[in-house]
């Protein structure tokens, strides 16, 4: 699957990903491939992304929205 998080200065991550887990308002989760369709709010935490050659990226982040849809992930985060 593609992932691409950005903040409203910057771009901080774009290619592709094994696994992305999350800080979500209402608990931790993880998105994999093929993964249902969805929207929601991200709370202070970190976002870690696994891509392909199995390197962990991790970003700090203060808040965000993440939406999840046919195997692209987007991350709309403020560090």
């Known amino acids: 699957m593609k992932a691409e998080i950005i903040t409203p200065q910057e771009s901080l991550y774009k290619g592709n990903a094994n696994m992305v887990s999350l800080p979500g308002t209402y608990g931790a989760f993880e998105i994999l491939k093929n993964h249902a369709p969805i929207i929601s709010t991200l709370t202070k ?18 808040s965000g929205l993440v939406e999840a849809s046919d195997n692209m992930v987007w991350i709309l985060a403020e560090l």
């Open 45 to 62: 935490g970190d976002v870690i992304v696994v891509d392909t050659e199995n390197n962990k990226h991790s970003f700090h982040i203060k």
